[in-house]
């Protein structure tokens, strides 16, 4: 439509009074857009920036399970080795014990053992018997048998009192230590026709109910400090006591040769004296030193010898079985071995542990949220 030239005027004077009178609101409005667009350009920065953390968030939360599986594997791998830590060392403790036990018992085992054998070969256990020994015994096995009333050999018969008076006694009784004891001489000479017809040897029997027997001088039990009638120095059963006194007779056992001497010579006795060594002072005065040929020393042993070797026997099976023992466990390289493998896996999990800092995480996404909200007034 048209204006007629009046209403054109008109309206130019209208427009600018109120160009006049709305400035202010003008100037407000344009400073509004202006602000309308910062806030948009800012509200597409941040809607990207969003977008930007939302996707951090998302990668942070994935990385914070992870590490969080992470934390707990690690942790219970601590666990498991430190119960694998503790189990090792007390291993290692209880085997360390354990064979301090066996050393222990392998030393007193041994100290046994040693003082076996000792006895053994002071006892002659050690040397072979000679031929005619073991023919003797089995000769003496088979009377024993076959003729009721044989008692024995003189050596099997008795024994010193005391271990020191062996030598001794053993030169007493001289040859007649291997002498059968027998109840009569009709068994006797029973005994040595057997023998004869068996071609077994000879034996000397010592019948009881025959045999002369010299009684004891009862003064020499008491004659002299350190001397002692044989007889009196040896154990026996009564039933044989006139074959002991017939193989000792009034023969005496003298602590030193001073003893034998002062005896034989200061006081003039014809008695037969011998020394703990086994030096003799006859009755003639002659003296016959060193040891004795028909040492027995072995013979008083050989009532304990088989005691003696089950002992043995017994002490090398106990050495046998603790032997076996230590052989059964671990060594100590081993399980020092394993302890430090232990300790070192566990070294690297806690190290492992240290360098993720998995707790610092979660801060990390409560800033995120909290930048992912706008300010308030601000187009959500």
């Given at each position: 439509?048209?204006?007629?030239?009046?209403?054109?005027?008109e309206?130019?004077?209208?427009?600018?009074?109120?160009?006049?009178?709305?400035?202010?609101?003008?100037?407000?409005?344009?400073?509004?857009t202006?602000?309308?667009?910062?806030?948009?350009?800012?509200?597409?920065?941040?809607?990207?920036?969003?977008?930007?953390?939302?996707?951090?968030?998302?990668?942070?939360?994935?990385?914070?399970?992870?590490?969080?599986?992470?934390?707990?594997?690690l942790?219970?791998?601590?666990?498991?080795?430190?119960?694998?830590?503790?189990k090792?060392?007390?291993?290692?403790?209880?085997?360390?014990?354990?064979?301090?036990?066996?050393r222990?018992?392998?030393?007193?085992?041994?100290?046994?053992?040693?003082?076996?054998?000792?006895?053994?070969?002071?006892?002659?256990?050690?040397?072979?018997?000679?031929?005619?020994?073991?023919?003797?015994k089995?000769?003496?096995?088979?009377?024993?048998?076959?003729?009721?009333?044989?008692?024995?050999?003189?050596?099997?018969?008795c024994?010193?009192?005391?271990r020191k008076?062996?030598?001794?006694?053993?030169?007493?009784?001289?040859?007649?230590?291997?002498?059968?004891?027998?109840?009569?001489?009709?068994?006797?000479?029973?005994c040595?026709?057997?023998?004869?017809?068996?071609?077994?040897?000879?034996?000397?029997?010592?019948?009881?109910?025959?045999?002369?027997?010299?009684?004891?001088?009862?003064?020499?039990?008491?004659?002299?400090?350190?001397?002692?009638?044989?007889?009196?120095?040896?154990?026996?059963?009564p039933?044989?006591?006139?074959?002991?006194?017939?193989?000792?007779?009034?023969?005496?056992?003298?602590?030193?040769?001073?003893?034998?001497?002062?005896?034989?010579?200061?006081?003039?006795?014809?008695v037969?004296?011998?020394?703990?060594?086994?030096?003799?002072?006859?009755?003639?005065?002659?003296?016959?030193?060193?040891?004795?040929?028909?040492?027995?020393?072995?013979?008083?042993?050989?009532?304990?010898?088989?005691g003696?070797?089950?002992?043995?026997?017994?002490?090398?099976?106990?050495?046998?079985?603790?032997?076996k023992?230590k052989?059964?466990?671990?060594?100590?390289?081993?399980?020092?071995?394993?302890?430090?493998?232990?300790?070192?896996?566990?070294?690297?999990?806690?190290?492992?542990?240290?360098?993720?800092?998995?707790?610092?995480?979660?801060?990390?996404?409560t800033?995120?949220?909290?930048?992912?909200?706008?300010?308030?007034?601000?187009?959500?």
């Open positions: 439509m048209a204006l007629g030239e009046e209403s054109l005027t309206y130019r004077k209208l427009k600018a009074a109120a160009s006049v009178l709305a400035v202010d609101e003008r100037q407000s409005l344009e400073t509004l202006r602000e309308l667009k910062t806030v948009t350009r800012t509200l597409g920065q941040l809607k990207e920036k969003q977008t930007g953390l939302e996707e951090n968030r998302e990668s942070r939360t994935a990385d914070l399970e992870a590490q969080s599986a992470r934390k707990a594997e942790d219970e791998k601590i666990a498991t080795l430190q119960v694998e830590l503790t090792a060392r007390q291993d290692l403790d209880n085997q360390q014990s354990e064979r301090t036990r066996i222990q018992l392998e030393a007193q085992a041994n100290e046994q053992l040693q003082n076996v054998y000792a006895q053994l070969l002071q006892a002659g256990v050690d040397k072979h018997e000679s031929e005619r020994e073991t023919k003797l089995e000769t003496l096995a088979n009377l024993q048998r076959l003729f009721p009333g044989v008692r024995g050999r003189v050596v099997d018969l024994k010193p009192a005391q008076y062996e030598t001794a006694v053993s030169v007493v009784l001289g040859w007649n230590i291997d002498a059968i004891v027998v109840d009569t001489e009709k068994i006797a000479i029973d040595i026709e057997y023998m004869r017809n068996q071609r077994v040897g000879q034996a000397t029997f010592i019948p009881l109910d025959t045999i002369q027997a010299k009684p004891i001088n009862d003064k020499f039990r008491s004659f002299a400090k350190g001397a002692r009638l044989a007889v009196d120095v040896i154990q026996f059963e039933t044989v006591e006139r074959a002991m006194h017939h193989a000792c007779g009034n023969a005496l056992v003298c602590d030193t040769m001073e003893v034998a001497r002062y005896v034989c010579y200061e006081k003039g006795q014809e037969k004296a011998v020394t703990l060594e086994g030096t003799i002072i006859h009755k003639s005065g002659l003296i016959t030193g060193g040891k004795s040929t028909h040492n027995s020393g072995k013979k008083w042993d050989e009532k304990d010898v088989q003696l070797t089950r002992t043995k026997d017994g002490l090398m099976t106990q050495l046998r079985d603790l032997a023992q052989s059964r466990g671990q060594t100590d390289e081993n399980l020092i071995a394993e302890i430090s493998r232990i300790e070192s896996a566990t070294t690297l999990a806690k190290d492992d542990l240290v360098r993720h800092p998995f707790i610092s995480r979660l801060p990390s996404l800033v995120l949220e909290r930048v992912q909200t706008p300010p308030d007034g601000y187009p959500r």
